[in-house]
């Protein structure tokens, strides 16, 4: 049997693989040299039919949330498709390669999280590679290729594998395909998709060369200086592909009961979708499709509608991802209390003591405060600057309509238990570590999947087989499909579109409960950053968020709240104290919530109290600064004869009357001496605000007011060896202020763009220019 899929290469979006040709469900398969699960060891060494040794590589990751992993996992898989054998291990499973004796190529794919930090799995690795009494010629046999994944909202891009890269190069290993810098912000595929394409060709060189030098080492070659790769950043992603291959025939429904009626053009244009130009890639004795028999000029295209030239292309869709999960369900005799996470031994149970909301009127965002009573564990110990995790559980009403949908409501408080399928296809299957055994099904989709999360691309052509009618199914193809990719992008990924809305707007799509298991992630934690000091309110933990609130979209019909600022809003709710009003001191309700520490050893206040600091924290990023000056107030009054450096805070928000948060204890830091300077802006007010600053200089955002004292913030960070902090949104105000502080070094120290990001550069290598930013 053939499948009426084409597909070309591995999509990024998603972490599975794009096959060349046609995929072929009888095809022969060659089992050698494969691992099983142990209950599969004995055939390990049978082979289906006679075949030669295959020649080897090796893929290392390096995964906090996944990614890196399903990337690494696919090329492991579509290995034997280019007569290939892969060996795949995670990087700290040291059992299962060996570098320093390594003569086969290896692809190291690795991710960054945090402020440019390894991955949890990675660091050990990176610890050791780092050690200073690695001789030069340590990794002189290695030849690699490396793909690193970041995101430019961030500091320190892709920076785990420059760091990784750097230190290869300094031991002597060679590279032999350039490598790659996949950014997160603008859609990791833009660089992974082609450099997925050209690693093949570049691991059969590799190969070759290795093999006919008969040594692993790839020495320069002093008569051909192109054998020497350099470091270059791919950033095109190729819509013609030249490959042979049979298309998806475009096909509408017309008289389906699920066809969703076509959008009134002037709710969103139609989008590029990449298909022009795909005529060359049709095979001859492929009809060209029908014209639409609906005037196109008056329609636009949606999340369940497409136009040309999208309707009426072929599609290269990615090959169906294995199955490799059998879900059962087991009767129980009661019935468990869903009450949070179970991994007791790193949370904490702490109540809320009090809650305030800290910005009035009609503002437009709603400002909290939240006081947690910690008094009762002693090693819940905090510095300011640190943050901590909040578990949080997916909305009961979501719950519940997921439920529904998976036709399973009288099942919910039955006992799921998850096994590997025997005859998965999946290399490297395991069962999913974030869900314990023997929990209720109610529980597993309470606490342990992200049902919100936006579905990859592997997700999507999974659903296709799921979905009974027509139109939806070319839709959902057309949405996981090369030539969809800004369908993709601008209706799921833009929009961060939920699998509940997802579902919800393809109403014939029934995916069982194993395809959620095996495709939707582990309910994160959100963090937040302390905004307390222990020596100022001893026994208790603040902190500050925003409620955020998801606006209507095309998929979205209604706006909905964050997952985790929703839950704590709705939760404080009853004993929420509001501007204005007398604080309580508590009441018969206190509410608790799962909490762990998440200590932050680098984003805190200089240890020597007489070195100087500068803060930016517009909004609510000014949040660990209340901490940081709540601690140096305690501190001055403890050591009233000590040298405290001057501190500095730029603060911003939209309205004086409506956004200023913690405006009296900012005003009593600078009174106390706390806080040696304070700047404000405003944003939306008036211009002609009577306590702005001269008419001349009226600054609007955080980084107007830093170039107003750029003076100043040269002498705190290069003369008097001082710090600067960096706390909110890492979209716009911490690009900006960066850009900003890159300006002031090249005005007032007269140095070149280049030299003023390398001392920038400098601060952050000294932990002096330190962020505490996010998405």
Known sequence: MVTDVTASKFDVT??????????????????????????????????????????????????????????????????????????????????????????????????????????????????????????????????????????????????????????????????????????????????????????????????????????????????????????????????????????????????????????????????????????????????????????????????????????????????????????????????????????????????????????????????????????????????????????????????????????????????????????????????????PQSVSLLFLLTWCLEIRSVPKKAFLRALVEHTADGAQRRRLQELCSKQGAADYNLYVRDPSLGVPELLAAFPSCSPPLSLLIEHLPKLQPRPYSAASSRLKHPGKLRFVFNAVELPACPGRPAGRRGLCTGWLFDLINPCLVFPGKLESSGGPFLPKIPVSLRPNCSFRPPPDPSVPFIMVGPGTGVAPFIGFLQQREEERKEKPEAMFGETWLFFGCRHRDKDYLFREELEDFVSGGALTHLRVCFSRDDRKDEEAVSSAAQPRYVQHNLLLHSQQVIDILFRQNGSVYICGDAKNMAKDVNETLVEIIKSELHVDQLDAMKKLAQLREEKRYLQDIWA
């Open 14 to 435: 998603s972490g599975y693989s794009w096959h060349g040709g046609v995929q072929s469900a009888d095809s022969p398969l060659c089992y050698e040299g494969v691992s099983f699960a142990a209950d599969r060891l004995l055939s390990v060494q049978v082979c289906c039919m006679p075949c030669e040794a295959k020649p080897r590589f090796v893929v290392v990751y390096g995964s906090q949330k996944g990614q890196a992993q399903s990337i690494a996992e696919g090329i492991a898989e579509e290995a034997e498709e280019h007569g290939l054998a892969a060996d795949l291990s995670c990087l700290d499973q040291n059992e299962k390669y060996n570098l320093e004796k390594e003569s086969a190529p290896v692809v190291f794919i690795v991710s960054t999280t945090g402020d440019g930090e390894p991955p949890d799995n990675t660091l050990q690795f990176v610890k050791r590679i780092k050690k200073k009494a690695l001789p030069p010629d340590h990794y002189k046999h290695l030849c690699y290729a490396l793909l690193a994944l970041g995101d430019t909202n961030y500091a320190n891009f892709c920076n785990c594998g420059k760091t990784i890269e750097r230190r290869l190069r300094e031991l002597g290993a060679k590279q032999f395909y350039p490598t790659g810098y996949a950014d997160d912000g603008s859609g990791l595929e833009v660089v992974v998709d082609p450099w997925l394409e050209g690693l093949w060709s570049a691991i059969t060189e590799a190969l070759s060369k290795m093999a006919s030098d008969k040594t692993p080492d790839l020495k320069e070659n002093a008569e051909n200086p192109a054998t020497e790769i350099p470091d270059v950043q791919l950033n095109l992603l190729s819509l013609t592909d030249q490959q042979s291959c049979d298309p998806v025939s475009p096909s509408r429904s017309t008289d389906s009961k699920y066809a969703s009626p076509p959008a009134i053009r002037d709710l969103r244009p139609a989008s590029s979708s990449g298909g022009a130009g795909l005529a060359s890639q049709r095979p001859s004795s492929v009809a060209a499709p029908k014209t639409q028999t609906c005037n196109d000029a008056e329609l636009a295209a949606s999340l369940t509608f497409s136009l040309p030239p999208l309707s009426e292309s072929s599609l290269n869709v990615p090959a169906l991802p294995p199955p490799f999960l059998d879900v059962t369900f087991q009767d129980v005799d009661s019935v468990e209390q869903t009450v949070g996470p179970l991994n007791r031994e790193t949370l904490f149970e702490v109540p809320v003591s009090k809650a305030v909301q800290l910005s009035r009127g009609d503002s437009v965002k709603t400002a909290l405060l939240l006081e947690l009573d910690i008094s009762a564990y002693p090693t819940m110990t905090y510095q300011p600057g640190d943050s901590f995790d909040v578990f949080c559980p997916n909305r009961a009403d979501e719950v519940d309509n997921m439920l529904r949908r998976l036709d399973l409501q009288d099942q919910k408080n039955h006992h799921v238990l998850i096994t590997l399928r025997k005859d998965t296809k999946k290399k490297g299957a395991q069962l999913p570590s974030h869900i």
